[in-house]
Each structure stands twice: as C-alpha cells, then as structure tokens.
T-cell receptor
Framework: QQQVKQSPQSLIVQKGGISIINCAYE??????FPWYQQFPGKGPALLIA?????SEKKEGRFTISFNKSAKQFSLHIMDSQPGDSATYFCAASRVAYGNKLVFGAGTILRVKS | DSGVTQTPKHLITATGQRVTLRCSPR?????VYWYQQSLDQGLQFLIHYYNGEERAKGNILERFSAQQFPDLHSELNLSSLELGDSALYFC?????????????FGQGTRLTVV
C-alpha cells in the first residue's frame, strides 16, 4: 500500500513536443505529491508539487494533473527541450511526515533535438 | 549547488566492513533525511532527523544507524556491509519537519562493496 507506480520507464520525445509521465498510488492517506528531476551525478531536485485539494498546478512549462478519485497524478512537460533530458521521479507522502517520501521507480526522459 | 554537502563522494570497501557517511545540511536547515538509491529498489527513505532527534524511520536495516549532532550535521553508519548495500546514499535537508518546506538533496555518496 506504500507503493507509487510510475510509467513509462523511459520516454523519447521530439524537441517541442509534450512529455507525459504518469503515477498511481494506493495509500489514500497520501496528501502531498511532488515531482523530482535528477541529472546524472546529481541528487534529485524538486520540480513541482501538488496537494489533493487542487486538480492541476502549472509552473512554467511543467504541469501536474491530479485525479483524486482515480488515485493518479501526472507530469506534463510542454515544449520539451533537450535540457529537460533527465530522470523524473514522482513521489508521495503524508503532510504530517514531511519529506518522508515514497518514490516511483523513475522515468528516463530523452528529448531529441 | 543545493547547499547540502555529502562526503565522501565515492567509497569502496570490502564486505563485512563498517563505513560512515557524512552530511552537512544547508545553513539554517534543521531536518536531515537519508535516502538509498539502488537499481533494484529505487529511491528509498531510510531515516529523518529533526534538530537532533529521530522523527521517522523507513526501510533502514538494523545494521545501519544514523545520528544528527548539535551542529546539525548528520552521519549514517553502515556496518557488516554486504554486496547488496552497494548504492547511492543521498542526504536531504529542509528548514522544517513538514511537507511545506522543500527538501534539498546533496550529490550523494556512491558506496561500492566488493
């Protein structure tokens, strides 16, 4: 029940295209859903996060869509750029437990120029 | 640069040995989190300290222990090492202990057990 399932494992997108990564969770007690971006040799970095009281959050080219009833959330990267090539992790936690995060398995995104 | 410093960057050691990984959080951050990243298990939460006290434990083995010192730096001790302990170990820090303070990750310590 602690798992967060992420798909796809890898994704290749043309420059300017839309990258979409999906996650699903089981534990309905989760109420904080961040996305992290990780470049080779670096630690994960927070990209964008959402609470379940909203269905969508947008920051620049990055948008999280959240479907509470389906227990799913997704990351959309609009106008994908080669510099977006990285590994993306979805995660979930409970507000009371702060950054005790349960991570998805990760998606390796490659944006072709 | 996240401001979180982890040392050493790389560590190679033999099975059965003990190692200590060190983390210096960002200035002003009271929380330190430890995570393990391996190919088969992904990123897994190990333990959380806030202002010197243990706040939460995750999938941390009994052979592993951690502590946060009065100057807020933290150490993760791994003992009786096994081949399967080879992984990247990340430390993250945040100002507070709740979800609304962003956690910043260090660059990690790559541990190789041979």
């Amino acid at each position: 029940q602690q798992q967060v399932k992420q798909s796809p494992q890898s994704l290749i997108v043309q420059k300017g295209g839309i990258s979409i990564i999906n996650c699903a969770y089981e534990n309905t007690a989760f109420d904080y859903f961040p996305w992290y971006q990780q470049f080779p040799g670096k630690g994960p970095a927070l990209l964008i996060a959402i609470r379940p009281d909203v269905s969508e959050k947008k920051e620049g080219r990055f948008t999280i869509s959240f479907n509470k009833s389906a227990k799913q959330f997704s990351l959309h990267i609009m106008d994908s750029q080669p510099g977006d090539s990285a590994t993306y992790f979805c995660a979930a936690s409970r507000v009371a437990y702060g950054n005790k995060l349960v991570f998805g398995a990760g998606t390796i995104l490659r944006v072709k120029s | 640069d996240s401001g979180v410093t982890q040392t050493p960057k790389h560590l190679i050691t033999a099975t059965g040995q003990r190692v200590t990984l060190r983390c210096s959080p960002r200035s002003g951050d009271l929380s330190v989190y430890w995570y393990q990243q391996s190919l088969d298990q992904g990123l897994q939460f190990l333990i959380h300290y806030y202002n010197g006290e243990e706040r939460a434990k995750g999938n941390i083995l009994e052979r592993f222990s951690a502590q946060q010192f009065p100057d807020l730096h933290s150490e993760l001790n791994l003992s009786s090492l096994e081949l399967g302990d080879s992984a990247l170990y990340f430390c993250a820090s945040s100002v507070g202990a709740l979800w609304d303070t962003e956690a910043f990750f260090g660059q990690g310590t790559r541990l190789t057990v041979v």
